[in-house]
């Protein structure tokens, strides 16, 4: 009977989420370079948005994303290449 609505809208509360292309871009503007790879994975309950950033000096960052608000969780150098 009583949805999960959120006032004034007809989106359930639990899609409201940014978009692959938010991410992305939120990513870029912390670490400049060319997106290698985009996932979405479950962190300890939290939905995440996992973008792979490669610089111009050829290194590799992850950048983690929560998809519901578009926070960044975590910024870190990745040092294998798989």
């Known amino acids: 009977m009583y949805e999960n609505f959120y006032h004034g809208t007809q989106a359930p509360m639990y ?3 940014i978009t692959k292309q938010q991410a992305q ?3 870029l503007k912390r670490v400049p370079g060319q997106i290698q790879h985009v996932d979405m994975d479950l962190e300890n309950g939290v939905l995440v948005y996992e973008v ?3 610089t111009p000096d050829n290194r590799i960052f992850e950048v ?3 998809a519901k608000t578009g926070r960044i ?3 870190e ?3 294998d290449f798989d």
Do not use: P, S, W, Y
Request: net charge neutral; charged share 35%; hydrophobic share 50%.
């Open 64 to 66: 983690e994303i929560v």
């Open 52 to 54: 792979f950033i490669l």
């Open 15 to 17: 899609r409201q989420r």
């Open 25 to 27: 871009e939120i990513a």
């Open 73 to 75: 969780l975590k910024v």
């Open 77 to 79: 150098q990745e040092n």
